[in-house]
């Protein structure tokens, strides 16, 4: 049973694990944030700041850098200040303490006991200085200078993994030495304390784990009783890396929880050094804890591990430690863990939203949610937990993860909320319980639930305001409305189509009085004038691009000529030539050179043809069709060429079909050097066909079906002038003739 309970929190674990809250994707090189679930539980609200990081998250802690040592410094500097009777700035102790070398400490300890009156003015006017010269503390002075020394020996090298060298062990040994000597000389149980820390940080840097037990045990234990100082944990956590590399992993282990439990500032470092794998060790532990607090820690610390069976140790915990703030802590985590696994930002997938088990696919992560459940109702039941509030807010919302969103609301309507956090937490959960209740957006839902969850100023209670609404508003016919609705979950895509564009257009010319929910979408009637065009010049229907460009007042102007032409060429540039073309009279320019097709004349067809050519992905006027061109082709070849529909901008049928009219109305004509230049370009087009096929390789040799052009050049234009000039520029026929 008991290795079922273990498979079974992996289980879930994983899929925790698997699921990410904030996922970065990328598009085009850049990043960007997306939400996989909805997150509502505000961790902080059981205040204990000290325990922030171990808030539930998919990274190792919760904000937080491992670099960090602001913890460990205030504190240090707290207890100085105290001793200073809280005379000295603590920018100035900061400064003595921290950022005084050896050689300056030494010129202080001079100038406090009167033999170096010329000390440098930014130490003499030093509050903290000026504190211990008047108190003759030579005393203090001679413990920063040997705490100074010992400083190079314990940072300028990590000894867990390096050992020390002969001669650092033989400077560590001798600050040893010397530490105990100056220990023993003091009876100021302040500096006392403090020689110890160092004394046994020392000896465990110099891998002597006997030498560092021994030397707590002896200077720093007896100290105990005396002092309430935070310093000494910072020993005991030597004391106690020590024991676990001395191989006694228990004994190790219960110091590392005393650690946890009483210093906030090394509560992450004895976190992450509390390694007990195998029950027996485990049991072992819980055997030398001294009271049911320590218990209750040790408890705790496996609780908060990766794939720990949490609500396990919170049953523990409350069975000797009823009134345990780890209780919340842990609480508040696995409620966050839920979210993760059954608040997906994919409502189909989401629990609260999907308001039945029957049918939920994630069974397991609902079972957990039960027990969960019943250990809540339990507590409450009992009375024994502190914070009752939270354990009843707690019992409300699991009501809504399970999506029971209108029971869940009818318990937290019950509350009364006191505190300003626990009041906007309560109204963070009414909303998320409302909106699972929307059914239809009308004018109530776009004016005073939106206005509501707007004034908020949550982040996911938006975004799960306009999933809820995206969702709702397509399936009641409000399409374009529903497009509209943005959201960083990247579920229930919409894909913009002239229907949508139709819809909004319709919505824009019947809506005089907007709801703020509507005028909080940004829409623009000419906005989808102007996208409407861009969408008919995309189908070539010239006529209806222009009409709607007309009626959006304006229309984009382009930034090369799409009439250039040149032999060579990237894709895509910008030519250094003066453009006079918006994307209106573009397509008004192609629409009067159609009409002159009737004629046949080839220079137009070849004017045609290079317009088209340029307006494509590859020519340098795709802004005429794209708001943006992305390195996209590798992409689109590799993924998504299947489709039987190439896309607009890849899709050279429209200037091959022109080329091909100019070939052969210049052909008729006698006028071969245009043949020549038409056959060149439909040439390149085929080429271009080829790059944007699925089949492309760089490595391969071009297939024949892609070869006709420059076949026809070779057979029928090689005494032009045009094709002398192909020769010189183009690389790729000339490969083609020396295949």
Same mark, same amino acid.
């Given at each position: 049973?008991?290795?079922f309970?273990?498979?079974?929190?992996?289980?879930?674990h994983?899929? #925790?694990?698997?699921?990410?809250?904030?996922?970065?994707?990328?598009?085009c090189?850049?990043?960007?944030?997306?939400?996989?679930?909805y997150?509502?539980?505000?961790?902080a609200i059981?205040?204990?700041p000290?325990?922030?990081?171990?808030?539930f998250?998919?990274?190792?802690?919760?904000?937080?850098?491992?670099?960090?040592?602001?913890?460990?410094?205030?504190?240090?500097?707290s207890?100085?200040?105290? $001793?200073?009777?809280?005379?000295?700035?603590t920018?100035d102790?900061?400064?003595?303490?921290?950022?005084?070398s050896?050689?300056?400490?030494n010129?202080?300890?001079g100038?406090?006991?009167?033999?170096?009156p010329?000390?440098?003015?930014?130490?003499?006017?030093?509050?903290?200085?000026?504190?211990?010269? %008047?108190?003759?503390?030579t005393d203090?002075?001679?413990?920063?200078?040997?705490? =100074?020394?010992c400083?190079?020996?314990?940072?300028?090298?990590?000894?867990?993994w390096?050992?020390?060298?002969?001669k650092?062990?033989t400077?560590?040994?001798?600050l040893?030495i010397?530490g105990?000597?100056?220990?023993?000389?003091t009876?100021?149980?302040?500096?006392?304390?403090?020689?110890?820390?160092?004394?046994?940080?020392?000896?465990?840097?110099?891998?002597?784990?006997?030498?560092a037990?021994?030397?707590?045990?002896q200077l720093v234990?007896?100290?105990e009783?005396?002092?309430?100082?935070?310093?000494?944990?910072?020993?005991?956590a030597?004391?106690?890396?020590?024991?676990?590399?001395?191989?006694q992993?228990a004994?190790?282990?219960?110091?590392?929880?005393v650690?946890?439990?009483? +210093?906030?500032?090394?509560?992450?470092q004895a976190?992450?050094?509390?390694?007990?794998?195998? /029950?027996a060790?485990?049991?072992k532990t819980?055997?030398?804890?001294?009271?049911?607090r320590?218990v209750?820690?040790?408890?705790?610390?496996?609780?908060?591990?990766p794939?720990?069976?949490a @609500?396990?140790?919170?049953?523990n @915990?409350? =069975?000797?430690?009823?009134?345990s703030?780890?209780?919340?802590?842990?609480?508040?985590?696995e409620?966050?863990?839920?979210?993760s696994?059954?608040?997906?930002?994919?409502?189909?997938?989401?629990?609260?939203f999907?308001?039945? #088990?029957e049918? $939920?696919?994630?069974?397991?992560a609902v079972?957990?949610?039960?027990?969960?459940?019943?250990? @809540?109702?339990?507590s &409450?039941?009992?009375r024994?937990?502190?914070?009752?509030?939270?354990w009843?807010?707690?019992?409300? $919302?699991?009501?809504y993860?399970? %999506?029971?969103?209108?029971a869940a609301?009818?318990?937290?309507?019950a509350?009364?909320?006191?505190g300003?956090?626990?009041?906007?937490?309560?109204?963070?959960?009414?909303l998320?319980?409302?909106?699972a209740q929307?059914?239809?957006?009308?004018k109530?839902?776009?004016?005073?639930?939106?206005?509501?969850v707007?004034?908020l100023?949550?982040?996911?209670?938006?975004?799960?305001m306009?999933?809820?609404y995206?969702?709702?508003?397509?399936a009641?016919?409000?399409?374009?409305?529903?497009?509209? +609705?943005?959201?960083?979950?990247y579920?229930?895509?919409i894909?913009?189509?002239?229907?949508?564009?139709?819809?909004?257009?319709a919505?824009e010319?019947?809506?005089? /009085?907007?709801?703020p929910?509507?005028?909080?979408?940004?829409s623009?009637?000419?906005?989808?004038y102007g996208?409407?065009?861009?969408?008919?010049f995309?189908?070539d229907?010239?006529k209806d691009?222009?009409?709607?460009?007309?009626?959006a %007042?304006?229309s984009?102007k382009?930034?090369?000529?799409?009439?250039?032409?040149?032999?060579?060429?990237?894709y895509g540039?910008?030519?250094?030539? @003066?453009?006079?073309?918006t994307?209106q009279?573009?397509?008004?320019e192609?629409?009067?050179l159609?009409?002159?097709? =009737?004629?046949?004349?080839?220079?137009?067809?070849?004017?045609?043809?290079?317009?088209?050519y340029?307006?494509?992905?590859?020519?340098?006027?795709?802004?005429? &069709?794209?708001?943006?061109?992305?390195?996209?082709?590798?992409?689109?070849r590799?993924?998504e060429?299947?489709?039987?529909?190439?896309?607009?901008?890849y899709?050279?049928t429209?200037?091959?079909?022109?080329?091909?009219k100019?070939?052969?109305?210049?052909h008729?004509?006698?006028?071969?050097?245009?043949?020549?230049k038409?056959a060149?370009?439909?040439?390149?087009c085929?080429?271009?066909?080829?790059?944007?096929?699925? %089949?492309?390789?760089y =490595?391969?040799?071009?297939?024949?079906k892609?070869?006709?052009?420059?076949?026809?050049?070779?057979?029928?234009?090689?005494?032009?002038?045009?094709?002398?000039?192909i020769?010189?520029?183009?690389?790729?026929?000339n490969?083609?003739?020396?295949?």
């Amino acid at each position: 049973m008991k290795l079922f309970k273990i498979a079974f929190v992996v289980l879930i674990h994983l899929a #925790f694990v698997l699921k990410p809250q904030e996922l970065s994707k990328s598009a085009c090189g850049g990043v960007y944030e997306g939400i996989t679930y909805y997150n509502f539980l505000d961790p902080a609200i059981i205040n204990q700041p000290a325990n922030k990081p171990f808030f539930f998250t998919f990274e190792r802690l919760y904000d937080y850098e491992w670099s960090e040592e602001s913890g460990k410094i205030k504190d240090n500097l707290s207890e100085w200040k105290n $001793y200073f009777n809280n005379q000295p700035s603590t920018q100035d102790l900061k400064k003595l303490v921290y950022k005084a070398s050896v050689a300056e400490t030494n010129k202080i300890k001079g100038y406090v006991q009167g033999t170096n009156p010329a000390l440098n003015p930014q130490w003499r006017t030093n509050s903290a200085v000026t504190y211990l010269k %008047g108190k003759r503390a030579t005393d203090v002075v001679d413990y920063l200078v040997f705490a =100074k020394k010992c400083e190079p020996f314990v940072t300028a090298q990590d000894y867990r993994w390096d050992a020390p060298s002969t001669k650092d062990l033989t400077g560590m040994q001798d600050l040893i030495i010397q530490g105990t000597a100056a220990y023993r000389a003091t009876s100021n149980v302040f500096l006392k304390m403090r020689y110890g820390y160092q004394l046994v940080r020392l000896a465990h840097y110099a891998q002597k784990y006997s030498q560092a037990i021994a030397l707590y045990d002896q200077l720093v234990k007896p100290l105990e009783g005396q002092s309430n100082a935070l310093i000494k944990y910072w020993a005991m956590a030597h004391k106690a890396g020590a024991l676990m590399l001395s191989n006694q992993k228990a004994a190790g282990a219960r110091l590392f929880a005393v650690v946890f439990d009483n +210093c906030p500032s090394r509560r992450v470092q004895a976190y992450a050094s509390f390694k007990v794998i195998s /029950n027996a060790e485990f049991q072992k532990t819980l055997a030398l804890c001294k009271n049911n607090r320590e218990v209750a820690t040790v408890y705790a610390l496996r609780g908060l591990k990766p794939y720990a069976n949490a @609500i396990e140790e919170m049953q523990n @915990i409350y =069975k000797v430690a009823p009134g345990s703030s780890y209780l919340s802590l842990l609480l508040a985590r696995e409620i966050n863990k839920l979210e993760s696994n059954l608040l997906s930002s994919d409502l189909s997938k989401n629990l609260a939203f999907y308001q039945k #088990f029957e049918g $939920y696919p994630k069974q397991e992560a609902v079972k957990y949610l039960k027990e969960l459940q019943a250990f @809540i109702a339990k507590s &409450l039941q009992e009375r024994k937990v502190k914070e009752l509030e939270l354990w009843q807010l707690a019992t409300c $919302y699991l009501e809504y993860v399970a %999506g029971k969103p209108a029971a869940a609301l009818r318990k937290l309507n019950a509350l009364t909320a006191k505190g300003k956090k626990m009041q906007r937490q309560v109204q963070v959960f009414k909303l998320a319980m409302k909106l699972a209740q929307v059914k239809k957006i009308d004018k109530e839902a776009e004016t005073n639930l939106y206005q509501q969850v707007r004034l908020l100023g949550h982040k996911h209670l938006m975004d799960y305001m306009k999933n809820v609404y995206r969702r709702r508003l397509y399936a009641q016919g409000d399409i374009g409305k529903a497009y509209l +609705c943005n959201t960083d979950s990247y579920s229930f895509p919409i894909k913009l189509e002239m229907k949508i564009l139709d819809n909004l257009i319709a919505w824009e010319k019947r809506t005089t /009085n907007k709801t703020p929910f509507e005028l909080s979408l940004n829409s623009d009637i000419k906005r989808w004038y102007g996208i409407k065009a861009t969408m008919y010049f995309k189908q070539d229907k010239l006529k209806d691009a222009i009409q709607y460009y007309k009626l959006a %007042g304006s229309s984009v102007k382009l930034k090369a000529n799409p009439k250039f032409f040149k032999i060579a060429g990237n894709y895509g540039h910008r030519r250094p030539v @003066i453009n006079k073309y918006t994307r209106q009279s573009l397509a008004e320019e192609m629409l009067r050179l159609k009409n002159q097709l =009737k004629n046949e004349d080839p220079k137009i067809a070849f004017e045609l043809g290079n317009i088209y050519y340029n307006i494509t992905w590859f020519g340098n006027t795709w802004d005429a &069709l794209e708001n943006y061109r992305s390195s996209s082709l590798g992409y689109y070849r590799y993924y998504e060429a299947k489709s039987a529909k190439t896309p607009r901008k890849y899709n050279m049928t429209y200037p091959l079909g022109y080329f091909n009219k100019a070939i052969a109305w210049a052909h008729q004509k006698g006028d071969k050097e245009l043949a020549a230049k038409a056959a060149y370009m439909a040439a390149k087009c085929e080429r271009r066909a080829y790059e944007a096929s699925k %089949g492309y390789s760089y =490595k391969k040799a071009t297939p024949e079906k892609y070869l006709s052009n420059f076949k026809l050049l070779r057979q029928q234009y090689a005494k032009t002038q045009y094709y002398q000039e192909i020769i010189k520029e183009c690389q790729y026929y000339n490969n083609f003739l020396n295949r």
